[in-house]
């Protein structure tokens, strides 16, 4: 576990994105606390698809993945699954940092007074986490399935644009509504009881766990 | 037991043929594979470690058959080292030797043994500590060929294992290949002349595509004999005028005079001599035979 850490999260990967949520931070403005969450989704979409996109190619790039061919295919995938979960655990934590950074920097307002106003920011906090997650999971996971489908990091990066621009548009909202990928960010903030963007983040699940699911077939097609 | 290669086509999408009906047979010991850039040696090993298809032809391992189904026994067998390969720059020698022989499912400790035994045939023990990126070109193709023969493979497939480095880290890499090659496989590719002929006894040379020649390298030099010829030139035009007709394989000035020696398949008009032919003489010979 330690050597794909070592292999997937190289120090100029890791200083890009804290980067990239960083100034995000700085450069966004958000009024209320819970437009933090509406603020850092899709960037971090993006985000994760960027950072995603080599964790087999390098393999290819660099020509080693023509000597784990000839390592069982069931070694190979575990270590490309254990490279997402790494990477997608660094995102994840960024993604954390993120949304305290938008306190530090930008002092949103938060919903309620003392204890209360504490508890409902932990609540947003804590469903951001949860929907960050999904959205991290999904777009790191499609990117590199993109990227060893046609053996290119820059086709998963691009693929995943194309997608994003898609979907993270009125257009998306207008035609996917709850069931679009950014149904957390395209939610109705007045209403707060209204949880229908979880469709959306069920389909990012389901179509995720697909990608998973087809990822070994595709390595073991295209070495 | 060995592998057999019979009528191998090796075509790709825009048209070019690599190997070109090829036949061949490699049994025990370093098998030599001899051919300049683009005749075919490095998308032959590419067949051989399934990483390409063939277009025609069959090749067996040990008997089993390159198919799907049987790739995954053929990989068993293999070990392989490409010709250009960037192994984990942000690993040290030690970790990435670890990684891979883990990838390859060799247990932990029995890893760790064999990496310390290897590390310390190939004089790399005291820079197992240090990253890849700081190794210098030799040190990365001898950490490249420890993970190759990690797994002890039956049959050893090394591309160009001795390009670009200093003779010192060559006849390292050549000695640590015959060491390996007891009772087991290597196919040994080059177009260094000198590694072969310091390492095979056996040999194939490869011109576009195709083999020119399989056997024993005493056979190859033989075939030469009575065709190298050596002669003293007094200036550079009768050099040049020599290189014109002739395939000439070596210069060197003795003296006042440049001493040429050059392939002729009849004795030369000039006044020359006969020579015994080298390894690399005989290669030029077979090759320039071919157009």
Not at chain 1, 57 to 86: A, D, F, G, H
Not at chain 1, 91 to 109: D, I, T
Not at chain 1, 208 to 220: F, N, R, T
Request: glycine share 8%; charged share 25%; net charge neutral.
């Amino acid at each position: 576990m330690i050597y794909e850490m070592k292999i997937s999260l190289p120090f100029p990967k890791q200083a890009y994105a804290v980067f990239f949520v960083v100034i995000l931070s700085l450069v966004r403005g958000v009024t209320c606390s819970d437009e933090i969450g509406i603020a850092l989704e899709a960037p971090v979409a993006i985000l994760a698809a960027a950072f995603c996109a080599d964790t087999y190619t390098q393999e290819v790039v660099s020509r080693r993945s023509e000597i784990q061919r000839l390592c069982p295919m069931i070694k190979r995938i575990n270590s490309v699954y254990r490279r997402i979960v790494i990477q997608d655990i660094f995102l994840l934590s960024v993604a954390a940092a993120g949304y305290g950074l938008f306190f530090l920097f930008q002092n949103p307002e938060i919903d309620g007074t003392g204890s209360s106003g504490l508890e409902n920011e932990a609540c947003r906090f804590l469903v951001y986490f949860a929907a960050v997650a999904v959205t991290i999971g999904f777009w790191g996971l499609l990117s590199n399935l993109l990227s060893c489908l046609f053996r290119n990091m820059w086709m998963g990066i691009g693929g995943c644009l194309l997608l994003w621009l898609i979907t993270n548009s009125s257009m998306g909202d207008r035609y996917l509504g709850a069931w679009n990928l950014f149904s957390y960010t395209f939610r109705s903030l007045e209403n707060s009881g209204d949880y229908t963007w979880l469709y959306g983040k069920t389909a990012c699940i389901g179509i995720g766990v697909i990608a998973a699911a087809v990822l070994p077939k595709i390595i073991e097609k295209r070495g | 037991m060995g592998i057999k290669i019979e009528d191998l086509t090796v075509t790709f999408k825009n048209k070019v043929t690599a190997i070109n009906h090829a036949d061949l047979e490699i049994s025990k010991g370093i098998f030599g594979l001899l051919g300049e850039n683009g005749a075919g040696k490095t998308t032959l090993m590419r067949v051989l470690t399934t990483v390409l298809s063939p277009t025609g032809g069959t090749v067996t391992l040990d008997g089993i058959r390159y198919s799907e189904a049987n790739y995954e026994k053929i990989q068993r067998k293999i070990g392989y080292l490409p010709q250009e390969i960037d192994l984990y720059p942000g690993l040290t020698v030690q970790e990435c030797l670890e990684y891979m022989g883990d990838l390859s499912g060799i247990p932990r400790q029995i890893c760790r043994e064999r990496i310390s035994c290897y590390l310390e045939k190939t004089s790399l023990s005291e820079h197992r500590r240090k990253k890849m990126k700081q190794l210098s070109g030799g040190m990365k193709r001898r950490v490249g060929l420890i993970q190759a023969i990690l797994s002890e493979p039956e049959f050893l497939i090394v591309d160009e294992p001795t390009t670009g480095l200093d003779p010192e880290e060559r006849i390292r890499i050549r000695n640590l290949l015959v060491d390996f090659s007891q009772d087991r496989t290597v196919l040994f590719s080059t177009h260094v002349v000198e590694d072969l002929a310091a390492t095979c006894n056996r040999l194939a040379v490869m011109k576009k595509g195709k083999f020119l020649y399989s056997g024993s390298m005493r056979e190859l030099v033989k075939q030469a004999e009575g065709h190298i010829w050596v002669c003293r030139a007094k200036d550079e035009s009768t050099a040049r005028q020599l290189e014109k007709k002739y395939h000439v394989s070596s210069k060197q000035y003795a003296g006042d005079e440049l001493q040429i020696k050059f392939i002729s398949e009849e004795p030369p008009e000039m006044e020359c001599r006969s020579c015994e032919a080298t390894l690399e003489d005989a290669y030029i010979y077979i090759t320039s035979k071919e157009p």
